[in-house]
Nanobody, 124 residues
Framework: QVQLVESGGGLVQAGGSLRLSCAAS????????MAWFRQAPGKEREFVAR????????FYADSVKGRFTISRDNTKNTVSLQMNSLKPEDTAVYYC?????????????????WGQGTQVTVSS
């Protein structure tokens, strides 16, 4: 069992930056690939970024590539999402998720554990 708790959301102006963090419980954090998803009102949950168990391999949605960076610290059981050059369309609830599998996937149903989410609002 893994429990995930996100933090770091808030209100920011377009062009600004935010750093989201996700703290994981349990001793097996390094056994999971970690990802960030987001969900805007009235829209489906969408993939944002993923990093492998070691953190060496990362994947990004095209919409955030070059602006967002995912990273993890397996000694602290945390995964972070650095978000730069934020746009109003980045406004959403952001969730971190854990996946036991090793193959990259952007499908939310393939992920085993989820946090409760943190709101990010980007004003124009």
């Amino acid at each position: 069992q893994v429990q995930l708790v996100e933090s770091g959301g808030g209100l920011v102006q377009a062009g600004g930056s935010l750093r989201l963090s996700c703290a994981a419980s349990g001793r097996t954090f390094s056994s999971y690939a970690m990802a960030w998803f987001r969900q805007a009102p009235g829209k489906e949950r969408e993939f944002v970024a993923r990093c492998s168990r070691s953190g060496i391999t990362t994947f990004y949605a095209d919409s955030v590539k070059g602006r967002f960076t995912i990273s993890r610290d397996n000694t602290k059981n945390t995964v972070s999402l650095q978000m730069n050059s934020l746009k109003p369309e980045d406004t959403a609830v952001y969730y971190c998720a854990a996946d036991r599998g090793v193959l990259h996937t952007t499908i939310p149903q393939r992920y085993d554990y989820w946090g409760q989410g943190t709101q990010v609002t980007v004003s124009s």
